[in-house]
Antibody, heavy 122, light 109 residues
Framework: EVQLVESGGGLVQPGGSLRLSCAAS????????MAWVRQAPGKGLEWVSV????????YYADSVKGRFTISTDNSKNTLYLQMSSLRAEDTAIYYC???????????????WGQGTMVTVSS | QSALTQPASVSGSPGQSITISCTGT?????????VSWYQQHPGKAPKLMIY???NRPSGVSDRFSGSKSGNTASLTISGLQAGDGADYYC?????????FGGGTKLTVL
């Protein structure tokens, strides 16, 4: 079964750091681009970061650029999001997602995790 | 990174067809064919319904179709069913960003 399972969310103080993990199974992890998408409580979806299957080409939303770092470990089939200098506005459910195609379909992500909640508050 | 513009809500009766619009600009929807649509039920993760404007992933019902004209993409759902009631989000790619629309709540009456 193709599956993504996020972990690492929780309550953190403003200015703090957190690392999210996304464990992948059921597909060849190194073949697909991966993404983090977040959703603040009661709000819409927001692209946070995307990493290509080469592990080198990355995209960051302006709102997180310089504070968040996306990475992968192909030996562990795991996607990460290192978050630092966290702000109250980073409070959201964070989803990891797998791109549908190994190439093209640039905003098409077909497999999503269940999400992990990050709350930034003092 | 301005969001794409979607109507806040649409509604329809079972069996009817509805269309949700997604308006961007000549820098995103108007120039790239990388437009996707996602369905999200409350408390659930998004589900990919349409990609690259008009393509359906395997397993998605052919009642869902997508199109684009100029700077506006559209999602059409025909033969509305109760389970289609959800939030729908469009998304577009540009060379520098990826954006979602604000979302549309579909109510099946």
């Amino acid at each position: 079964e193709v599956q993504l399972v996020e972990s690492g969310g929780g309550l953190v103080q403003p200015g703090g750091s957190l690392r999210l993990s996304c464990a992948a199974s059921g597909f060849t992890f190194s073949t697909y681009a991966m993404a983090w998408v977040r959703q603040a409580p009661g709000k819409g979806l927001e692209w946070v970061s995307v990493i290509n299957n080469n592990g080198v080409n990355t995209y960051y939303a302006d709102s997180v650029k310089g504070r968040f770092t996306i990475s992968t470990d192909n030996s562990k089939n795991t996607l990460y999001l290192q978050m630092s200098s966290l702000r109250a506005e980073d409070t959201a459910i964070y989803y990891c997602a797998k791109r549908y195609c190994s190439s093209s379909c640039l905003v098409a992500f077909d497999i999503w995790g269940q999400g992990t909640m990050v709350t930034v508050s003092s | 990174q301005s969001a794409l513009t979607q109507p806040a809500s649409v509604s329809g009766s079972p069996g009817q067809s509805i269309t949700i619009s997604c308006t961007g600009t000549s820098s995103d929807v108007g120039v790239y064919n990388s437009v996707s649509w996602y369905q999200q039920h409350p408390g659930k993760a998004p589900k990919l319904m349409i990609y690259d404007v008009s393509n359906r992933p395997s397993g998605v019902s052919d009642r869902f179709s997508g199109s684009k004209s100029g700077n506006t993409a559209s999602l059409t759902i025909s033969g509305l069913q109760a389970g289609d009631g959800a939030d729908y989000y469009c998304s577009s790619y540009t060379s520098t960003t990826r954006v979602f629309g604000g979302g549309t709540k579909l109510t099946v009456l």
